[in-house]
């Protein structure tokens, strides 16, 4: 039995091709919004490519860009054999076309629904790729003498201006490192080697953080240095330090920033899927009609069109058959009760027959 059948005369038949056309090209366009909402992603993934460790962060605007690309290709085609379709005598070039179509329109279709959850389940492997990408990122700050490296200080400093957040996860990441230049420190003081020396790797680590991490909004001139000594400054309370420089860390800060972009592109992949898909269902009943309208024999007749010609189970099991079958299609048939054709050579019967047979005798 057929299902959701739907009977179709020759005006709503061609009232469908029609439409169907008109709206092949707006899925031209949406084609277009997939392609250039993935390149939009994946420049902004590149404008901070510097402080993103690699990884498959770029899977998913590949995939948009991808995706974009072959909508267009496949609406375009779709455009024209929904505009022959309104005439019987020009569906019969396409009658042999139509069903591929469909098949490679279904998974181009599911291809965007992939997509659109893949904005929604990327955020760990994005996180993990910050969490990484800025941790060397801030290792090096300090490397503004060795090629390849010399650009992360000012890379860092834009990030955390731009985006006010200070180091990796919050300000005390820069406690833990050395970001001050050698070349900049005095090797003659007393403090610098007692500091050298009181650390098992050798570093010269400060309770301070590069100017990039101050607040402009803080009513008193930036702190920099000595953040947890209250006595080295006059009214000051570190425990309230988010008055002169940024609390956020940078990660949580790219994090929220890609996940809003990520978001707002998985919303509008999800529209799409869905506009994809009703178009998908109006090509499945134009193919369907058609094909019966040719059936019959009578152009300008009813004809039915359905989604499945059986019910759901009929046709998984149809479809499951056909993959099984095809591991199948190079062997020979073997007839039931024989053996491999190949080694079961049948002796040459010497004794009584109807037929006059001669033997030849073995050799003595």
Known sequence: MAVLKVKFSKTRRDKLAQILWILNWVSVVSGIILFSLGLFLKIEIKKRNEVMAKGDVNSLPNM??????IACIINFLGGKICYDCSDANKFSRWKLVMLPYIVCTFCFTFCIL?????CYTMRNELEESLYLGLSDAIKFYKDTDIPGRCFLKKTVDMLQIGFQCCGNNGFRDWFEIQWVSARYLNMASKEVLDRLKSNVDGKFLVDGVPFSCCNPSSPRPCIQYQLTNNSAHYNYDFLTEELNVWVKGCREAL???????MRSIGITALLIWLFELSVLIGVRYLQTAMRNVLLLGDLQGESDGWLLENSFVETAKYNINIIKNLGKA?????????NDPNIDVQNTNCGKSNVTTKCIPAAS
Not at 330 to 338: D, K, L, P, R
């Open 64 to 69: 948009l860009i991808s995706v974009g690309v």
């Open 114 to 118: 992939v997509g659109a959850l893949m």
């Open 255 to 261: 994090l929220d920033y890609y996940t809003a972009i």
């Open 330 to 338: 190079n062997q020979i048939s073997t007839v039931s009760g024989m």
